[in-house]
């Protein structure tokens, strides 16, 4: 079973970048459909993105669409999202989760995904 953990989390200023990675001990996430969903404070988790093992297909919730953008790092093993045009309501813990699934789920069901990583804390404020 794979275990990710994700890292790449802090405090930045609204309309700031941060990359988030996703890596995993034991098998490469090259394997795996991976997503990352967020959970604002009070508020349940929501999906964010995920990138399909089959055809490297990427999907993104309305909220991010055109600012965020999911990638696979061959290299590295990692699975990363990079965030750009940072907003308040982008402050969360972001978690990532990887499935042996051939593609990514609706976004809606995200949340409903195994295997997830202890999450990495996003704060945009200034």
């Known amino acids: 079973q794979v275990q990710l953990v994700e890292s790449g989390g802090a405090l930045v200023q609204p309309g700031g970048s941060l990359r988030l990675s996703c890596a995993s001990s034991g098998f490469s996430t090259a394997y795996y459909t991976v997503a990352w969903v967020r959970q604002a404070p009070g508020k349940e988790r929501e999906g964010v993105s995920c990138?399909?093992?089959?055809?490297?297909?990427?999907y993104y919730s309305d909220a991010v669409k055109g600012r965020f953008t999911i990638s696979r790092n061959s290299v590295e093993s990692t699975v990363d999202l990079e965030m750009n045009d940072l907003k308040a309501e982008d402050t969360g813990v972001y978690y990532c989760?990887?499935?042996?699934?051939?593609?990514?789920?609706?976004?809606?069901?995200?949340?409903?995904?195994?295997?997830w990583g202890p999450g990495t804390h996003v704060t945009v404020s200034s």
């Open positions: 990138v399909s093992h089959v055809d490297e297909s990427k």
């Open positions: 989760a990887g499935e042996l699934f051939d593609r990514c789920p609706p976004i809606s069901s995200l949340t409903l995904m195994n295997n």
